[in-house]
């Protein structure tokens, strides 16, 4: 995968949103459409389940140079490879870790990205020495319906602050985008916009365009 600083379209296969297509299609179809990184995010399945699908999918992203990532199972991350394992607040702080570092131990390539609502979650994860944080939900998003929307002041407090690569996540969608983008975003995560389109790789397309 290219380095982080320089990845900018980050999408999810995210099962929520397959409504019957197969996961390894569906990241083929990111690949097409420009992806930078690609998250397997699938909250109902099994662990056994999601690294099935994890090796269906790796293959495709190595041969496309796409670096891959795995939400919340650290453990499959490591065993299959991932390049990133992106963890919540309450999968990292709240398990006890202080530091990705002790995550590290047995495989130091891998990143770690942490999820994050509030300057002071940002400035703990950067403390924490994570990989890159994501920024949300910037909007309202049926992906976390419970979640209150942090606004774009949010992401204009990450572009003075953040020293890390950094990701807006939450609502974006073409409509959204340029405000996001106004309040001094490079990179940024979209999930339902791209996987309830018609056509994934020319949605994808269409929003590689906008980032340049």
């Not at 380095?3 to 980050?10: G, T, V």
């Not at 920024?135 to 049926?142: D, E, K, N, S």
């Not at 407090?157 to 985008?177: E, K």
């Amino acid at each position: 995968m290219k380095p982080l600083a320089d990845c900018k379209l980050y999408t999810f296969v995210d099962t929520a949103y397959l409504n019957g297509r197969a996961p390894e299609v569906i990241a083929q179809q990111l690949c097409d459409g420009g992806s930078d990184l690609i998250q397997l995010r699938a909250k109902n399945s099994s662990a056994e389940e999601i690294r099935r699908m994890a090796e269906k999918i790796l293959p495709i992203l190595r041969r496309a140079n796409v670096g891959f990532v795995i939400n919340d199972h650290l453990e499959i991350a490591r065993e299959i490879g991932a390049d990133i394992c992106h963890l919540g607040q309450e999968d990292f702080f709240d398990a006890g870790h202080t530091h990705v570092g002790q995550l590290k131990i047995q495989n130091k390539k891998l990143k770690i990205g942490l999820s994050t609502h509030a300057p002071a979650q940002a400035q703990r994860a950067l403390d924490a020495g994570a990989d890159y944080i994501a920024i949300g939900p910037v909007y309202a998003t049926g992906t976390k319906p419970t979640a209150k929307p942090v606004t774009l002041e949010y992401v204009r407090w990450a572009a003075g602050h953040s020293t890390v690569p950094w990701f807006a996540i939450g609502g974006i969608n073409l409509q959204t985008i340029d405000y996001v983008l106004a309040a001094g975003a490079k990179r940024i995560c979209v999930v339902s916009a791209i996987l309830n389109a018609k056509d994934v790789a020319k949605a994808c397309g269409e929003f590689r365009n906008r980032l340049g």
